[in-house]
């Protein structure tokens, strides 16, 4: 569930990739991803007061070592940390009313989907995610005996992070193929591309000493955190299917009019952010029933190990401080999955 420091060191710079002026008979041919499927159908759909329908409150002990209580949904929503707005906004919170000593844990909420899935289309409309110092936000998918079935970082990054990383944790022999034969033309730059986020690592196989896994930087401000929040968020997007894992992500003002519409057509999406190829990552093979997870930790092996990069002082006593959690939100549209 995340990237190494040493991974994180590395400079966002604009991902090289090759291209030339092609004729119109090659764009099309290009733009035509193997993998695609025009018609998908929907699922499941979690939204507005049924939204806690589709999903289990986890409140066992943080597996990544945060400092937090992960709560019942009943003490949840009794703290007013899990509640659906009168708009019908689902909101995820991390406490931000109390003060504590340094060394104690702060009241969080994780949530975990009823339902699991091998393959299909996942979408998340987000309007807000928590940020700031000591704050591990993540929406991932993960399945069971991990690594051995898969994870699938959809949405996550540490502290006062700027750019989303996507990454997969897999069991041996699973690697990100940096040149996959699967391209689509940029319609902005004319160049082919198989992904647009710059390559963090390539190394799927994960474990609890080395847990790095492959992945991918968003290479723009408006992908986590604050630059995210400001732009009203946005939707994220991700394909499982035989070709492999593909993430798109779509800013608020440029989400397609098809996924708005419930019909959604990967096909028209351009080039996506983050794609690993099945060439050497076979989706049968790592991914199995995968449930969607929600959560926000503190501290722990990432966020803590990485807070003297974008905040001062001590990890543990900026969970004491209460202030700075008033960013530490999820505000969710929904969440779909298409088959």
């Known amino acids: ?97 109390d003060d504590l000593s340094e060394g104690e844990y ?7 989907s009823k339902n699991s899935y091998s393959k299909g289309l996942i979408i998340a409309d987000i309007y807000a995610m928590p940020h700031g110092c000591s704050v591990w936000p993540a929406l991932w998918l993960v399945g069971p005996d991990w690594p051995n079935n898969g994870e699938i970082d959809i949405l996550e990054g540490v ?3 700027q750019y989303n990383q996507y990454t997969l944790h897999t069991s041996d022999g699973c690697t990100l193929d940096e040149s996959p034969t699967s391209s689509t033309v940029n319609e902005t730059t004319g160049k082919i591309q198989a992904f647009a986020a710059n390559i963090l690592g390539t190394t799927c196989a994960s474990s609890g000493s080395s847990n790095a896994g492959c992945g991918f930087s968003d290479p723009y401000t408006t992908s986590y955190g604050h630059g995210f929040n400001m732009i009203a968020g946005g939707v994220f997007a991700t394909l499982i299917d035989d070709s492999g894992v593909s993430i798109w992500r779509f800013e608020r003002g440029s989400i397609p009019s098809d996924i708005d519409a419930q019909t959604p057509d990967p096909s028209s999406w351009g080039v996506p952010m983050a794609f690993w190829s099945s060439s050497t990552c076979d989706v049968d093979q790592y991914f199995k029933d995968m449930s969607i997870v929600i959560n926000t930790t503190l501290c722990g092996d990432w966020a803590g190990s990485a807070f003297s990069s974008t905040c001062s002082g001590t990890c543990s006593a900026a969970v004491a401080n209460s202030t700075n959690f008033d960013y530490a939100q999820w505000k969710l549209n929904y969440v779909a999955v298409y088959q």
């Open 159 to 161: 502290n006062e992070y």
């Open 106 to 112: 702060r009241n969080s909420v994780r949530i975990q």
């Open 1 to 97: 569930m995340y990237l190494s420091a040493a991974l994180l060191a590395l400079p966002f710079a604009a991902l090289a990739v090759s291209g030339r002026s092609l004729d119109s008979r090659r764009l099309a041919d290009h733009n035509k991803r193997f993998h695609r499927r025009s018609s998908y159908s929907l699922v499941d759909f979690h939204q507005g007061d049924s939204f806690f329908d589709g999903f289990d409150f986890y409140s066992d002990a943080d597996p990544t070592n945060g400092m937090v209580n992960y709560l019942s949904q009943e003490d949840a929503t009794n703290a007013n940390l899990a509640h659906v707005q009168s708009d019908g906004t689902t909101v995820l919170a991390v406490d931000n009313a």
